[in-house]
């Protein structure tokens, strides 16, 4: 680190005194100015006034292997193959972060990743208690995956979410107001409001309730002669208690109620995806943010309300603006956030406080989604799991080269998914994933017949050969932690290579276990 | 080994705040811990007056440990525990002998010959009923207690977790919730409790001749290596020296030390059958299913609050009588054994065990192709076990009518059992669940929930 890097980005920012971790940070965050910012540096900017506000310093922008980790782990839901790795961090173009992003929003992988994240919120299950049905998960979810994978505009994705009719198997966003325990009208506004407003309904004065489920009120569900097909559709007199004539949006302004017999939801959808509604605009943007993040900007990204407010406003506001201006482009939402340095700060922190992770002012470590946790596995072990669904008939069989977060189905049997926090998705809350860490789970990774399976199968133990340690090293290093060892490490490795005269073999084995037990492999960091 | 339900005094208030839990989630905080102290758990400090509850209260009971034999898929009541010979055979098929038991008037299956030697140690609900005739349904009816269409309880084993288990001053390193040997996965367990509530299922064959808990024990791995390899690992904690007070990786710090007491201490012996002495194990039956009771017995002996052996292969729509006469054997060893086993051991007393599936089978045989003679889901009405934790035993509770087919009198519903057990666990009705939206929830249904209840089981209590 040379000094006059050092002090130039003191004179800028409120100056980071952190001596520099090589293996984890590259640099100082830098604040760049000129007429001509993007919104990824407008996002710092404010980021680094709320923190000078609060007296906090931001942590250093990561190092190339820690942003390539991220970014894969957080925008495909992947770990980078060895190769991957090799060519990033031997790349020197000046803007290979900003191509990494456009590469990786283009993957297969990325629609398959964020069609997950949208089965957890739009309960994405054949079985109980959602009872989906397995022709209608997977059309549910068929669905989805083609809206992320289209990049359909945010407002349309709602649009035919809100208004949908039809066949659960045939259309599959009807199945939005199947997955749903409460199928009563106050159960689906509350689910709306949930969803699309990130707000929860049961801190609402009744009032307000009753009053958006008037616009749910007329829904009814039909049989068709196909075992478990049902007909979602618009019907008058399924308004038993007269909802709809009483329905007000949620932000008190009254309704005109169209020419007899006119479909609510669309008056409703109407109101919702206004450019100027921003209750719509701020759920979407603070929930991406949360995504990529690890924290929302109001957190819990589903609990906006009065007494939670933003921990930064302005910023709210930017993504808002730059989210509604581009026609709700979510990947021009992820890019800004992406780019910014924010989003590429280190771990480490200048400071350890909560105030800290609310205002950003490092990246948090978070485990890796049971989901992605067991695909880096797989990827890396280069083994499969075979995954089926017993309950209810038909059985579902998935194919065994289909990664977890490609599954359609949230209730695919997976003892592994379990333990790892897989969301039930019940309710649609964020927090229904849980991304803690147990004995259990260190159990099962440090000593399980299934793991230990893995590391025994994996190509760089089998293919071990008579390899030195720094040889075997280099390469499990890449493939594992994605970046190479330290001398430290290396160090450490040949004097247990030598003190437990393992072979070769062994030894890779012995690597590749400690290694995929790491935190640093465990967490997104 | 767990703490008393009747407010802690100092010591133990200190103890509760310095547990963490072992399995699930990070180590409570001094705030949660305080919460499930005043709210839940172990404290139950601020009980409230509560209707039925106050009405129907009994003594509480002082059993200790939840054995749950699971009859996964459905098990025919017809063929078991109320069999009905005079309905004829297209009723009973080729099972119509029924037995006598050794308590006079009682008389069950043919195929139940040691469950009949035992009669006098259980009793036998005969008027089991919830209507469901879905396996994700039922199953979750039965486990429990709840009909509830908006939220997802959680089951029987996970409340006694929540309540007996860690939060509770329950010590040691074998988990509170343990299943033998997979998962349901039909629901989730814990339902609102949360991942902290789980089971851990043991994975691996107690009938195999090495059972392979998974994670606890992995063959082919020598102390000296695990330990070795600890040491390789924790020296390449590169990204943990980078983050010294970081309170993540602290929690997973934990997490590692007690997963490796599990690894490297005296748990392993507890999952070692080899340790029991032949007889024993073949006193059980060496099936799978023999075996995990085998297996239930010495985890009670260790206080562990709650076990579910998961039998499988009950769903029989078709080849019903050829798996009865393969099935209920198995059952009939291990059940009668399990049973007097814990008798002689001076641990049916405080030990409940109790025997069902998620509900039974059409009295009268499918004989129709494509069944052939096989039974199919029947909700109306099925039967169950009990016995021990303070349940008399040589009893029965309700009936049928003549075919089975309906309950006759005495209708015991899931929420009545579930009732029962938590009294007979010392567990009041009035102990509040943690909703996740804040509603006021009890571990028996309030009124306002509309569960459909017959009743505490006092006939046998």
Request: net charge neutral; with cysteine; aromatic share 10%.
């Amino acid at each position: 680190m040379t000094a006059r890097l050092f002090i130039l980005a003191a004179s800028l920012i409120a100056g980071s005194a952190l001596a520099l971790d090589p293996v984890f940070e590259s640099s100082p965050m830098q604040l760049r100015t000129g007429a001509t910012l993007t919104a990824s540096d407008k996002i710092d900017e404010l980021v680094l006034k709320r923190l000078h506000e609060l007296n906090l310093k931001p942590a250093n922008v990561c190092s190339d292997a820690v942003f390539l980790r991220r970014a894969y782990l957080c925008v495909i839901g992947t770990l980078p193959e060895e190769e991957e790795v090799r060519e990033f961090l031997t790349s020197k173009e000046p803007d290979r972060r900003t191509k990494l992003i456009d590469e990786l929003l283009q993957r297969d992988e990325f629609a398959d990743y964020w069609t997950m994240k949208w089965g957890d919120i739009l309960r994405v299950k054949a079985e109980f208690p959602i009872k989906l049905w397995p022709n209608a998960a997977q059309a549910y979810h068929r669905w989805i995956y083609a809206s992320v994978r289209g990049n359909k505009p945010f407002h349309q994705f709602v649009h035919e979410l809100l208004v949908a009719n039809g066949s659960n198997f045939r259309e599959g966003e009807v199945n939005f107001y199947r997955a749903m325990q409460d199928r009563s009208p106050r159960g689906m506004a509350a689910t709306v409001a949930l969803t699309f407003l990130g707000e929860r309904a049961d801190k609402w004065p009744k009032k307000k309730l009753d009053a958006l489920a008037g616009f749910f009120s007329q829904i009814a569900f039909k049989n068709t002669a196909e075992w478990k097909e049902e007909i979602v559709y618009f019907d008058p007199d399924a308004d038993k208690e007269g909802l709809s004539k009483q329905a007000i949006f949620p932000d008190g302004k009254p309704v005109q109620i169209p020419r007899g017999g006119e479909d609510l939801r669309g008056v409703f959808a109407e109101w919702l995806l206004r450019p100027e509604n921003p209750w719509f605009s701020r759920n979407i943007t603070n929930r991406v943010w949360s995504w990529l993040m690890g924290h929302g900007i109001v957190h819990e990204p589903d609990d906006h309300r009065a007494e939670n407010p933003p921990s930064n406003p302005a910023l709210l506001e930017l993504l808002q603006r730059e989210f509604v201006t581009t026609r709700c482009d979510m990947k021009h939402l992820f890019r800004i956030i992406l780019n910014s340095q924010t989003f590429q700060l280190s771990s480490i922190p200048a400071q350890e406080t909560n105030e800290a992770i609310a205002n950003f002012a490092h990246y948090p470590l978070r485990r890796m989604e049971a989901e992605v946790l067991i695909d880096a596995l797989n990827q890396l072990t280069r083994t499969e799991e075979s995954y089926s669904s017993p309950i209810p008939e038909p059985f579902t069989f998935v194919p065994e080269d289909v990664r977890a977060i490609a599954l359609a189905d949230g209730s695919i049997t997976s003892s592994f998914l379990e333990l790892y926090g897989r969301p039930p998705r019940d309710t649609g809350f964020e927090s229904e994933r849980n991304r803690n860490t147990s004995a259990a789970q260190r159990l099962h990774l440090l000593n399980s017949s299934h793991v230990h399976g893995k590391v025994k199968a994996c190509p760089l133990v089998t293919e071990a050969g008579n390899a030195s340690p720094a040889i075997l090293a280099e390469r499990i290093y890449i493939t594992v932690l994605s970046r190479p060892p330290t001398e430290k490490e290396l160090t450490k490795i040949t004097a247990y290579a030598d003190s437990t005269s393992t072979s070769s073999r062994e030894l890779a084995e012995d690597l590749v276990w400690a290694l995929m037990n790491q935190p640093e492999f465990i967490y997104i960091h | 080994m767990n703490a008393s339900l009747l407010p802690l005094n100092r010591a133990q208030r200190r103890d509760l705040l310095e547990t963490t839990s072992l399995f699930g989630g990070v180590p409570l905080t001094r705030r949660e811990a305080m919460r499930r102290c005043v709210y839940g758990s172990a404290g139950l400090l601020l009980m409230e007056p509560f209707g039925i509850g106050a009405q129907e209260a009994a003594p509480l009971g002082k059993a200790k440990t939840v054995i749950q034999v699971w009859l996964w898929g459905g098990p025919s009541h017809i063929d078991t525990f109320d069999p009905k010979p005079e309905a004829g055979r297209d009723f009973s098929g080729a099972l119509d002998a029924p037995i006598k038991t050794n308590v006079d008037g009682i008389q069950i299956g043919q195929l139940l010959p040691e469950l009949a030697k035992q009669a006098d140690k259980y009793s036998l609900i005969r008027s089991m009923t919830h209507g469901n005739n879905g396996h994700e349904t039922a199953a979750y009816l039965v486990q429990t207690g709840r009909t509830s269409e908006r939220d997802v309880f959680p089951s029987l084993g996970a409340v006694t977790s929540y309540f007996k288990g860690y939060d509770a001053g329950y010590k040691g390193l074998i988990p509170p919730y343990i299943v033998l040997t997979q998962p349901q996965g039909r629901f989730s367990e814990a339902g609102f409790l949360g991942p902290k509530y789980k089971p851990f299922a043991t994975g691996g064959d107690p009938a195999a001749s090495v059972f392979e808990v998974e994670g606890v024990i992995a063959p082919g791995i020598s102390a000296q290596r695990q330990q070795e390899r600890r040491a390789f690992m924790r020296g390449l904690n590169t990204l943990g020296g980078a983050l010294p007070g970081d309170s993540t990786l602290k929690s997973v710090f934990q997490s590692e030390e007690m997963a490796y007491e599990l690894i490297l201490g005296d748990a392993g012996k507890l999952f070692d059958l080899s340790l029991e002495a032949d007889a024993t194990r073949e006193r059980y039956g060496r099936s799978t299913f023999g075996q995990s009771c085998l297996m239930a017995r010495r985890l009670a002996e260790k206080g562990v609050p709650y076990v579910t052996i998961n039998y499988q292969g009950w769903d029989t729509h078709k080849q019903h009588f050829q798996t009865m006469n393969r099935k209920l054997p198995e059952l009939d060893q291990g059940l009668a054994a399990l049973i007097s086993d814990l008798s002689e051991r001076g641990l049916l007393d405080s030990t409940i065990v109790w025997c069902l599936g998620e509900f039974g089978r059409t009295p009268k045989v499918q004989t129709e192709s494509p069944w052939n003679g096989g039974r199919h889901h029947y909700g109306k009405v099925f039967s169950a076990l009990l016995a021990g934790g303070g349940f008399k035993g040589g009893q029965v509770v309700g009936s049928s009518n003549a075919t089975a087919e309906e309950v006759k009198d005495r209708p015991v519903y899931p929420a009545d059992v579930i009732g029962s057990i938590y009294q007979q666990l010392g567990i009041p009705a009035e102990s509040k669940l943690p909703h996740p939206l804040g509603t006021l929830t009890y571990v028996v249904p309030g009124k306002e929930e509309k569960v459909p209840m017959g009743g505490l089981l006092k006939e046998i209590m």
